[in-house]
């Protein structure tokens, strides 16, 4: 077990502190560049064309008259592409296409929105116009649109991420028959899009057989082991470059073919060239989360007490590929029920292959189940908070393990205490706000402490500044800046010293930016770096007989604004760059990685790259106990019984996930997941027409997402209390559980308000009237 050690440095700590992103002067001044703006001499531009029907095939694909366009460099279809390799063919490649489909290698037809060519030209414009003189003819046959309509045909998938999906304890059938009391209903969510503000881009270069993209993605490692797998060429001939990302929630969590084409299309043309997904082609291109229907039953004793739980969930993917909404993974663990039953259907439908998206599974999964303990609680007479805390558990219910940490007590009674829970009158419409009917909900939230091996790089510099890099990613989430803030408490150097860099493939390897999972994976592998990289520096100065610190003890030093010096007598001492200049060394720099049982520290043969492997103890943790974040979501609407529109008013959310590296970037990711979880709430749903199986919403005039506008009073409360066995940084993840259970809270609220139980998402005003 391994207890929180607190860094080296006595002086007041920057982690944890609101301080402002480090990247936000660049981002206000239009200086941060995302992908689609990196500037390239020569550039081509490409479009892509894609399918207007969802099944069946390209009879004849006419390209002579795109050709002849003014401007045209080429036209890229399945009768001139290049072989393009999937990830079906066994190999071991870390990351993932989107899709197993490989687009432009035969005239197939699957879904609305396939790519079936690219058009290449000097400028956008031209691209585009080109790209409408291209005459497609198809052979149509009718698609599978609806999980309704492949139900005969539905399956169960195994795995999620290594977890079972089919999931079974106890006796729920035996439970059933004896239950005191049960609730048994279906509760339904749509399609949804991730949206991101910035669209999917990339550019592609080429320098003779080196390929450069600049991509939004989530994964620069991941996308550059399937863009190079994918084109047969190897992985350190591509270099992937992502500095800044407008958003991803899931969607640029995997390689879509779009970025492999724009390579294919550079490398035909011999220019650079840039493929933007437009807005309308986002609905098509990278990933969805699917509809679901979720049967829930729940049995308890009258005293609130569950005896079972069944979760049946059926969700929806493609002919080409398999993804899964995991709904009922957190029903596995969430409450102490000694019966329980989790199903996962899937049906296979004509649409493009879903994705992650923003806490799939527990997203969706948390809007059935907290809302069915709404429904449970009103039938058993007892508070809604107080059902939660009767079948609180203080163990996994499903491995047995014991958390590594868990607030949730904490977070039901500091929400419902900050949100005035006590003075709610559980009598549905029984408050009231002149004409307006007010209503308040709950629910639990939770996502998964995940974590993964991750690694970074620590340089200091002869002029006393730092350098730490790692290959991991910034959304919006704050990365670049909690970063920052670790290797400035551990090397006690000034926030403005140190330059965090990301987001390049080259640089030392970190995983997906994905399950919420960054912080608690590269954190420890920057402070490892840092902590290895300050001890060797101040040895230096230890074993130097000119130092002033000349054979003192490790322990006696303390550094601080680029300074060692004696703890005990300030005044000796020198700074790091004294102390690099003295020895002639422009930079020493360590690389650490974390999260991993290689337990090898080496050390290059020039003596100046140290790598260590930190965390050892952390492993064994691992094996022990259960790694889950925890929070409440309290919810307050207001409605006009006449018009059946919903406001949520305010909205309190407790969150323990752990330690705070940043309030500021933590509470604007919680910020962020609640405003998810209302547009989830009340607002967006993909609508494909049930007969062609082709996109009816494909824009933000029709899928609503929620704006300032939309927005009520927010307050986030955090624990705040470090994880003492994730790893000595003592943090999980925080961006995921913000959107968890938002939905059940506002469903809850808006029965509270009318009597109405909406078990059908998104609560549009006309379900209400
Ligand atoms: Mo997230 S849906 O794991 O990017």
Partial sequence: MTGVISPPKETEQVVGKPINRVDGRLKVMGAARYAAEIPQDNIAHAVLIQSIIAKGRIKDIDTSEAERAPGVLAVITHRNAPKLNSKTDGSMVEGKPGEDLVPLQSDEVFYDGQHIGVVVAETFEQAKHAASLVHVTYEEERPTVEIEQGLSKAYQPKQFFGEELQVQRGDVAKAFAEAEVKIEQTYTTPIEHHNPMESSASIAAWNGNQLTVYDATQWVIGTRNIVAHALGIPEESVRIISHFVGGGFGCKGYTWWHTILAAVAARLVGRPVKLVITRQQMFSSCGHRPPTIQQLTLSATRDGKLTAIRHVTTSQTSEVDECVEPCGLTTRLLYASPNLEVTHNLVRVNTGTPTSMRAPGEASGTFALESALDELAYELGIDPVELRIINHTDVNPQTGKPWSSKYLKECYQKGAERFGWSRRNPTPSSMRDGDYLIGWGMATATYPGYRSPASAKAQLFADGRAVVSSATHDLGTGTYTIMTQIAADVLGLPVERIEFKLGESSMPKAPVAGGSQSAASVAPAVQGAAEELRSRVIRLAIDDESSPLYRAAQQAISTENGRVFLKNEPSRGETYAEILQRNNLPVVEVEAIANTAASESQQSSDNKVVRICVGKNENSDWQQYAFQSFGAQFAEVR???????????????????????????????????????????????????????????????????????????????FIDKPDPHISRMGVRGVGEIGITGVAAAVANAIYHATGKRIRDLPITPDKLL
Avoid at 689 to 716: E, K, M
Wanted: glycine share 10%.
């Fill in 639 to 717: 409605i006009h019984p006449r018009l059946g529109q919903v406001r949520v008013t305010r909205f309190v959310s407790a969150i323990d996930v752990g330690r705070i590296l940043n309030h500021k970037t933590a509470r604007s990711q919680i910020l962020g997941g609640i405003t998810f979880g209302l547009g989830m709430a009340l607002m967006e749903e993909t609508v494909l027409d049930q007969n062609s199986g082709r996109l009816v919403v494909r824009n933000l005039a029709d899928y609503h997402v929620p704006v300032q506008a939309d927005i009520g009073d927010i307050d986030v409360l």
